[in-house]
């Protein structure tokens, strides 16, 4: 799982990790104002991520989340937090191919693993083929959740071909079908507000190439 | 421009590009992460610190002691604001509690302080070292035992009485006196409330998510006793709302406080756990239903009461609403009873007063149905009015409930509905239900101004938010019709107090006034460029990037040859509404089944067939629909707010606790709208749709589920422990 940080080159990290690196290790103006710091002060790590393909090399207070690392110190704002706490699912990425709830894990629990957000699936020039499919069915509304549920839909859809089972497949045996039931059930950990499931669903469907 | 005599033909009769069903322009942004929500704005001067908020543990009491000096030694951090140091401040006029706590606390999980640190971590580790001693006091926090004690509510909803109500249900053939209630619901927008503010010199600006940019303006202002002027508010992308982003909430006080006390942007977002206590909720309801019919059908007396409780100096749910207007019958009486209570402040969520209203009502429609032995569909087709059954002087502008009803019967297969607990499918028991949907429409003034520039581009700009909705494409439409260039010639600026002051997003008001503020912009404009083109008097036509007056065409790129072109106009609205009952319709149906052994209900299908005027673009409105009647299920089948009753707080307030439905819960869904313009509401002739989607949906599940089981249940919501046991014994 560990690469190391053999792949990283010096520009990398002053391309992508200029951000976090500027926070290592500051002291806010009026820090000096206040009382002496707690000697008991939160350790820090340095991670290595592959964030899109990108290698970005991260010194961190240990108590950050792979969610805060992104938005806050790698600057890809496109992953969300709605609730912080695993139960909305907004914050959704893919890690070695698998998504996760990047709000329940620790950036340094990913030394040298490789994240999608949503940024690396497409761009608005260039969209990948489950964002094109969410413009085209009208599968947001304020668009909070969306990230989410696009990261959350490409990955369904591979679970899906690997043949991996879920709650509602009738036979653990045989390879799950990819149904619109299967897609529903395993894509219930992202929650959209707005409501736009039945157009979620299709947008699935047609990149899926299986009738809603 | 003025609205006040009914809208003749207009350049948006066309329908070139208004009510072409048109993708999100704002789609793939959205998609790929690049619309920057409030908390993500990089456009801040300076590396913003971070705020994190303490609530008050307590709903009701003072705060006696408060000890910061740990969490302020905590490394990191920069400051700690409280009551103690914050200054003095004001109180927004929509605001019932005060967003910052102290000495008094209001409610829980109010705002005691807020940490403001170099990180987020150090923050919230840091806001756990903050010791505060409460002096509790007791409170109110049961709806049904303060309800003897609530009192009629004043102004505008104050108790209605048409005829002799008590003596025509007293003689009714056939009657019905049911009691329903619904709970305290949640927003649960899926952006917790979220603020960057930044000073510079006594002026303020803050990146926020807020539905009302002119609202929020004025609010945070008398908040902070600042002038106005003084205050920029910039909301370019709004992650859901449904009315609890209407406010100016503690996010924004905060971080405005805490960047004036660290001297740097300062970022804050209300902790998820936080929502749905410290901000606003849609407050409970106890509702009586009286119906009373001819056996004929035809009601004769109905009577709408209902009772809500709220902070003192707030206000009611006003659940009767509708049945002023929904329903014919000569004899008639509403009343709205506040009992105060020491719960979280209630206010506005998505269609306040109707959605809970109809939940109640609609239920009502459907037992009366059963109690005269009439069809719901046609029951409700018998008691249809064209006037306001209050005033039979008002007629509607324009009312096509019935075509809703009957169209949506049809397309749905309802005469395949069967008696109550007659439906079987194997281990499922399976039944459909109806409701009428109903909202008014509103109009507010909106402004809007519209720039030409020389290579014929149009840059609309206005305050109105996009919370969801598509103002963004709505409005592009509209200018790209009104002027005759393509969709994708058209820059919408939105969500910025820098711009014109628009309606914004509420009460299902934002499209058909924002477009028309537009609308009164371009026809500023259109006179601009037929006058810089030296066209003489006559009816301009623009299309296809061209302008032509009889015989006489240029491109319209011509008339910004000289420098860009600007028009800035604000329509407003004179009496038509007054002469006119404004509102819309809808239907809808919904197929349920329920799990014979276990009580589980699941959606099988629905549909809505709405009517509210011109759709704008039917690929949004339609989300607007299917997004509300998923609210609805959710309405119906487990949203609710627990409230613990000792201490006077809503105990699941989070996102585990307050389920919301989920993909697994909502089938594919159906809605139909009727081809309708309604010329006395704009020149637009649109209404709105965001709301009515919601409206009667609750009911119409409730009305499902009891076809399906034989068994009512008038406690929303259908959770299955209220009629577990009596579904029979199990083979």
């Known amino acids: ?212 | 421009m003025k609205f006040d005599k009914p809208a003749g033909t207009n350049p948006i009769d066309r329908m070139a590009v208004v009510g072409r069903p048109t993708p999100r322009i704002d789609g793939p942004l959205k998609v790929s992460g690049k619309a920057p929500y409030a908390y993500e704005q990089q456009d801040v001067p300076g590396k913003p610190a971070y705020g994190y908020i303490l609530g008050s543990a307590v709903a009701k009491g003072t705060i006696s002691a408060i000890d910061t000096t740990r969490a302020e030694r905590a490394p990191g951090v920069l400051s700690v604001v409280t009551h103690r140091n914050a200054g003095k401040l004001g109180k927004g006029r929509m605001n019932t509690a005060h967003l910052l706590a102290g000495p008094k606390v209001e409610h829980y999980h109010q705002a005691v302080a807020v940490v403001v640190a170099e990180t987020f971590e150090q923050a919230r580790a840091a806001a756990s070292l903050i010791n505060v001693d409460y002096a509790r006091e007791s409170g109110a926090f049961d709806l049904a035992a303060a309800r003897a004690g609530a009192k009629d509510a004043t102004g505008s909803d104050a108790p209605t009485s048409v005829g002799d109500f008590a003596g025509a249900f007293a003689s009714a053939g056939v009657q019905l006196d049911q009691t329903y209630t619904t709970p305290d619901q949640s927003h649960a927008m899926m952006e917790p409330h979220a603020t960057i503010a930044a000073w510079e010199g006594d002026s303020l600006t803050i990146w926020t998510s807020n539905q009302m940019i002119n609202w929020g303006v004025k609010e945070l202002a008398a908040t902070l006793q600042m002038p106005p002027e003084k205050v920029r508010l910039i909301s370019p992308y709004i992650g859901g709302g449904f009315g609890g982003k209407l406010f100016l909430r503690t996010d924004a006080v905060m971080a405005a406080l805490s960047a004036r006390a660290v001297k740097r942007p300062v970022k804050v977002a209300l902790q998820r756990p936080l929502i749905p206590n410290n901000t606003t909720h849609r407050p409970a309801t106890i509702q009586r239903i009286r119906i009373g019919c001819g056996s004929d059908g035809r009601i004769t007396a109905i009577g709408h009461e209902s009772w809500s409780g709220d902070l003192e100096g707030g206000g009611p749910e006003a659940a009767t609403q509708q049945t002023k207007l929904l329903y014919a019958g000569a004899n008639r009486m509403t009343a709205l009873r506040l009992a105060v209570l020491d719960l979280p402040e209630g206010n506005a969520m998505r269609a306040p007063g109707e959605a809970p209203g109809l939940m109640a009502l609609e239920v009502a429609m459907d037992e009366m149905a059963e109690k005269l032995g009439m069809d719901p569909v046609a029951f409700r087709v018998v008691n249809d009015t064209q006037v306001d059954p209050e005033d039979p002087s008002r007629p509607f502008s324009q009312r096509n409930l019935v075509r809703c009803l009957e169209e949506g019967a049809r397309r749905f297969g309802w005469n395949r509905r069967k008696a109550p607990g007659q439906g079987r499918e194997g281990r499922w028991l399976v039944g459909m239900g109806v409701a009428a949907a109903f909202r008014n429409n509103i109009n507010g003034k909106s402004g809007a101004r519209v720039r030409l520039d020389r290579a014929g581009g149009v840059t609309v700009e206005t305050d109105m938010t996009d919370i969801g909705t598509g103002t963004y494409t709505i409005i592009a439409q509209t200018a790209a019709e009104m002027l005759g260039v393509p969709l994708a010639k058209v820059t919408v600026k939105l969500g910025d107090s820098a711009f014109p002051v628009s309606a914004g997003s509420g009460g299902q008001w934002g499209a058909n006034s924002s477009t028309s503020g537009v609308y009164a912009a371009c026809v500023k404009l259109r006179d601009m460029v037929v006058g810089k083109l030296g066209f003489g008097p006559g009816d301009a036509q623009f299309e296809g990037g061209q302008v032509r007056v009889g015989n006489r065409v240029a491109d319209i790129a011509d008339a910004a040859k000289g420098g860009e072109l600007v028009a800035e106009d604000t329509m407003e609205y004179g009496d038509l509404a007054k002469t006119f009952q404004q509102s819309t319709f809808g239907a809808h149906f919904v197929e349920a089944a329920v799990d014979r052994y276990t009580g589980e209900t699941r959606i099988r299908r629905m549909l809505a067939v709405c009517a509210a005027g011109r759709i704008l673009n039917p690929i949004s409105a339609r989300s607007q629909v299917i997004g509300a009647m998923t609210m609805g299920v959710g309405g119906a089948l487990m949203e609710e707010l627990a409230v613990d009753k000792r201490f006077g707080f809503f105990v699941n307030h989070d996102l585990a606790g307050y389920e919301v439905p989920v993909h697994m819960d909502i089938p594919h869904q159906d809605v139909v709208f009727l081809d309708e313009a309604d010329d006395k509401v704009s020149p637009m002739k649109a209404k709105g749709v965001g709301e009515l989607g919601l409206c009667g949906v609750g009911a119409a599940v409730a009305n499902a589920v009891y076809n399906a089981t034989g068994i009512r249940v008038r406690e929303y919501p259908l959770t299955l422990d209220k009629y577990l046991d009596r579904l029979g014994e199990v083979a």
């Open chain 1, 1 to 212: 799982m560990t690469e190391g940080y053999g792949a990283i080159s010096r520009r990398d990290v002053l391309k992508t990790g200029a951000a976090g690196a500027a926070i290592a290790g500051s002291i806010g103006p009026g820090q000096a104002a206040l009382a002496q710091p707690d000697p008991a002060a939160p350790p820090r790590a340095a991670v290595g991520l592959k964030v899109n393909g990108q290698a970005v090399r991260l010194d961190l207070d240990t108590r950050t989340t792979l969610l805060d690392a992104l938005r806050e110190h790698v600057k890809l704002t496109g992953t969300k937090k709605g609730c912080d706490h695993g139960q909305c699912g907004a914050c959704t990425v893919i890690v070695n191919g698998r998504r996760i709830n990047s709000c329940l894990t620790l950036a340094v629990m990913h030394e040298g693993d490789e994240v999608t957000t949503i940024e690396g699936l497409g761009t608005p020039e260039s969209l990948h083929p489950m964002q094109a499919a969410f413009v085209e069915h009208d599968g947001y509304q304020c668009g909070y959740c969306t990230p989410g549920q696009i990261c959350s839909a490409v990955a369904v859809l591979e679970e899906i071909r690997a043949g991996i089972p879920s709650h509602v497949t009738a036979d653990v045996s045989k390879p799950a079908p990819m149904t619109t039931v299967e897609m529903r059930e395993r894509m219930s950990g992202n929650i959209c507000r707005c409501g736009a499931y039945s157009n979620i669903a299709e947008a699935m469907a047609d990149v899926a190439g299986v009738k809603a």
